[in-house]
């Protein structure tokens, strides 16, 4: 059985093999540099290395006000050899590190590195990537905006894992000519990063995710998904996503239910007409709601930045009842401090 207190005899980390007692002094060389990015590294590897089976993890706060939980450290060694399993990782195998390791996607880079053996190279986690032109990587995880901005950079990776929040369909429609196998992520602090993944270009593209071994999922009531993953948690795991089921292994995410507008009697999830409008918009934006006399509720698009001067015609391909019925500006968005969109506390400001 893998575990926390040991580290795969294949792992390096920028070049340079660690065993599990090398790793305090690999932490504290990375905090003594000062790098904001390479402190948070080391604060990490400090933390793993240390006696505790347990770590303390700070959710985003993208839908809600941010908290603190304990994860055990063997679920995230499950949560990894589930994910090299999944993606067939091996030994040796290089793999590259761009995201923070402030939150659970940087912290499982480097847990999968450690306990799969993976050559792992840290870069800077910015929105314009430096990747190595002349080396190939195995395996990635990013961001969409990163993704967005690093296309032509993205061939010298196999396999990519786009995870934090919905890939778009303008993005989708990108990845077509690219080389790299590339896969949205399905997951949260909770589940200790990714419990599903659907892939998003090249012949196997699929409309709905597939979990991870080990893993198995249901519905509530209200069409929410349930995620039962023992390895990963004891209890099962209610969330707000509600989800078209296939199968005990297989859903097709639809939107959050806290999210869903009810205008006139008829559900709208905003973030699949937010799907339909990707590219279209220069600028970010979100749809949601504000009351309406007749309606109950009818749709609105928010808009970051100035006033701008939007067709009509850039709403041909809604539903009428999807149409924004106004729109609004906003200078800047609030946001997490990891860039992701707070929308009700963006709403805040129209008053």
């Not at 701008?308 to 809604?318: G, M």
């Given at each position: 059985?893998?575990?926390?207190?040991t580290?795969?005899?294949?792992?390096?980390?920028?070049?340079?093999?660690?065993?599990?007692?090398?790793?305090?002094?690999?932490?504290?060389?990375?905090?003594?540099?000062?790098?904001?990015?390479?402190?948070?590294?080391?604060?990490?590897?400090?933390?793993?290395?240390?006696?505790?089976?347990?770590?303390?993890?700070?959710?985003?706060?993208?839908?809600?006000?941010?908290?603190?939980m304990?994860?055990?450290?063997?679920?995230?060694?499950?949560?990894?050899?589930?994910?090299?399993?999944?993606?067939?990782?091996k030994?040796?195998?290089?793999?590259?590190?761009?995201?923070?390791?402030?939150?659970?996607?940087?912290?499982?880079?480097?847990?999968?590195?450690?306990?799969?053996?993976?050559?792992?190279?840290?870069?800077?986690?910015?929105?314009?990537?430096k990747?190595?032109?002349?080396?190939?990587?195995?395996?990635?995880?990013?961001?969409?905006?990163?993704?967005?901005?690093?296309?032509?950079?993205?061939?010298?990776?196999?396999?990519?894992?786009?995870?934090?929040?919905?890939?778009?369909?303008?993005?989708i429609?990108?990845?077509?000519?690219?080389?790299?196998?590339?896969?949205?992520?399905?997951?949260?602090?909770?589940?200790?990063?990714?419990?599903?993944?659907?892939?998003?270009?090249?012949?196997?593209?699929?409309?709905h995710?597939?979990?991870?071994?080990?893993?198995?999922?249901?519905?509530?009531?209200?069409?929410?998904?349930?995620i039962?993953?023992?390895?990963?948690?004891?209890?099962?795991?209610?969330?707000?996503?509600?989800?078209?089921?296939?199968?005990?292994?297989?859903?097709?995410?639809?939107?959050?239910?806290?999210?869903?507008?009810?205008?006139?009697?008829?559900?709208?999830?905003p973030?699949?007409?937010?799907?339909?409008?990707?590219?279209?918009?220069?600028?970010?934006?979100?749809?949601?709601?504000?009351?309406d006399?007749?309606?109950?509720?009818?749709?609105?698009?928010?808009?970051?930045?100035?006033?701008?001067?939007?067709?009509d015609?850039?709403?041909?391909?809604?539903?009428?009842?999807?149409?924004?019925?106004?729109?609004?500006?906003?200078?800047?968005?609030?946001?997490?401090?990891?860039?992701?969109?707070?929308?009700?506390?963006?709403?805040?400001?129209?008053?």
């Amino acid at each position: 059985m893998f575990s926390f207190t040991t580290v795969h005899e294949s792992f390096k980390f920028n070049g340079t093999p660690y065993a599990f007692k090398d790793l305090q002094t690999l932490a504290q060389c990375l905090i003594k540099t000062q790098v904001p990015y390479k402190k948070d590294i080391g604060k990490f590897l400090l933390q793993w290395q240390d006696r505790s089976p347990s770590i303390i993890l700070k959710t985003s706060g993208s839908t809600g006000i941010p908290k603190t939980m304990t994860i055990s450290k063997q679920a995230m060694v499950n949560s990894a050899i589930a994910t090299g399993m999944f993606f067939n990782l091996k030994p040796g195998n290089s793999a590259l590190l761009c995201l923070p390791a402030h939150y659970i996607a940087g912290k499982m880079m480097l847990v999968r590195a450690l306990i799969l053996g993976l050559e792992l190279d840290s870069i800077a986690p910015k929105s314009n990537l430096k990747i190595a032109s002349k080396k190939q990587y195995h395996f990635a995880a990013m961001v969409p905006m990163q993704v967005k901005n690093n296309l032509d950079q993205l061939n010298t990776i196999n396999k990519l894992i786009v995870g934090g929040v919905k890939v778009s369909l303008d993005l989708i429609n990108r990845l077509k000519v690219l080389k790299t196998s590339v896969f949205e992520t399905y997951g949260m602090t909770e589940t200790v990063s990714h419990i599903a993944v659907r892939q998003l270009n090249h012949n196997s593209a699929k409309t709905h995710f597939k979990t991870l071994p080990k893993v198995e999922i249901s519905q509530d009531a209200e069409d929410c998904l349930i995620i039962h993953a023992p390895s990963i948690s004891k209890i099962q795991i209610t969330t707000n996503d509600v989800v078209k089921l296939y199968s005990k292994n297989e859903f097709e995410w639809l939107g959050r239910r806290d999210t869903i507008i009810n205008s006139g009697g008829i559900k709208i999830f905003p973030e699949q007409v937010e799907n339909l409008l990707s590219g279209k918009i220069k600028h970010r934006f979100f749809i949601a709601s504000e009351a309406d006399k007749t309606l109950g509720e009818r749709v609105i698009l928010v808009i970051e930045g100035l006033k701008l001067d939007l067709k009509d015609s850039l709403f041909n391909t809604l539903e009428k009842h999807n149409k924004p019925k106004k729109i609004y500006t906003i200078p800047k968005f609030i946001e997490t401090s990891s860039g992701k969109i707070q929308r009700q506390k963006t709403l805040t400001l129209l008053a």
